[in-house]
């Protein structure tokens, strides 16, 4: 009985001590209750979960800000052919001129300025050209015609890119930035871009864009073709059929790298030397079929692999292939371009 009063003294004493305290007191203990017992934990798990947390989120808007290298796209077949340089016939009709011919049957408005009698030598070019003189034109005469200032519509792999001018160094920053894609290739101030366009054929392709650049990339392009040198006649406007594609440099004026197309690549008329403001146009040869100038989707109705030559027309600076247009294919057997 003694043991059990003192239990009861105890609780009694515990209760009229908590009793005696002040509200405040016991709210404080209450908080003070609350950390040991909630918030301690709380911490540790936190820092415990801190340590693995913060730094994957660090880390995913570091990805988040990164520059995107775009996946390229599945490349095509390249074409079974190649395009072809090469002339079509005409047959002189009655008061015919080399100048008139060349104005109505080729769209060349300027061959008066082009072959002009100031300048024999580039007259003689064009009689060596059609195989007649133009002094001597009979009707029944047989003349081959050549597209002047040809462009050609062609794709292919990038192999390599070399700068046209030095490329001003960028300093390395001081601060941690996100990792940058070192494989870009920077052409906005002009590349020389070797191109595969054919299994063993390479061309080297001169262009200025925006688009970041990868090795391994599908590009599409026109491209004005290299004349023939002539000494004394830098306006000569007619490509060499017996020079080799592998190797040969061209000038890109409509430019796309995979899905992209540069919508403020230099346009075919501003290479010089062409005729293609006054003209209206330009000849352009390539290769139907996908893989080939069905890039553009031009209303070609000609069997995949058919080395074809047609008339585009400037359409406000932009070259189009309109209803009416002439369209030539290559005759494997005569090696002329005929009507399709």
């Avoid at 918030?39 to 989120?57: D, T």
Wanted: net charge neutral.
């Amino acid at each position: 009985m003694a043991q059990y009063s003192r239990v009861r003294r105890a609780r009694g004493g515990i209760l009229r001590f908590i009793g005696s305290l002040s509200l405040k007191t016991l709210l404080l203990i209450l908080i003070l209750f609350t950390i040991v017992i909630v918030a301690v934990p709380a911490y540790r798990l936190g820092s415990r979960l801190g340590g693995h947390v913060f730094p994957s989120v660090t880390d995913f808007f570091y990805k988040l800000s990164a520059p995107v290298v775009p996946t390229p796209t599945q490349q095509p077949p390249f074409p079974g052919a190649l395009p072809q340089v090469g002339s079509i016939l005409y047959t002189v009709q009655e008061a015919d001129s080399c100048d008139e011919i060349l104005v109505v049957q080729m769209h060349m408005i300027d061959a008066g300025e082009v072959f002009t009698d100031l300048k024999p030598e580039t007259v003689k070019a064009l009689n060596t050209v059609i195989g007649q003189r133009c002094q001597d034109l009979q009707p029944g005469m047989v003349l081959p015609l050549s597209p002047h200032y040809p462009l050609m519509a062609f794709g292919g792999v990038v192999l390599k890119a070399d700068p046209l001018s030095a490329q001003e160094v960028i300093p390395t920053p001081l601060i941690p930035v996100p990792a940058q894609d070192q494989t870009a290739i920077d052409c906005s101030g002009g590349c020389i871009l070797t191109v595969r366009i054919a299994p063993n054929v390479t061309v080297r392709l001169i262009v200025t864009t925006s688009i970041p650049l990868h090795l391994g990339n599908w590009i599409w392009t026109q491209a004005m073709m290299p004349r023939k040198v002539l000494a004394g006649f830098p306006t000569y406007p007619y490509a060499d059929p017996d020079a080799s594609f592998d190797g040969m440099t061209l000038h890109a004026c409509d430019f796309q790298v995979e899905r992209i197309h540069d919508d403020n690549s230099l346009p075919c008329a501003a290479l010089t030397p062409n005729t293609i403001v006054p003209d209206g146009g330009s000849w352009l040869f390539g290769v139907a079929g996908p893989s080939g100038i069905g890039h553009w989707r031009y209303p070609l109705k000609l069997r995949p692999g058919t080395r074809v030559l047609i008339w585009l027309s400037d359409v406000n600076g932009n070259l189009k292939f309109e209803p009416g247009n002439p369209v030539y294919r290559y005759d494997e057997v005569n090696h002329v371009y005929v009507k399709a």
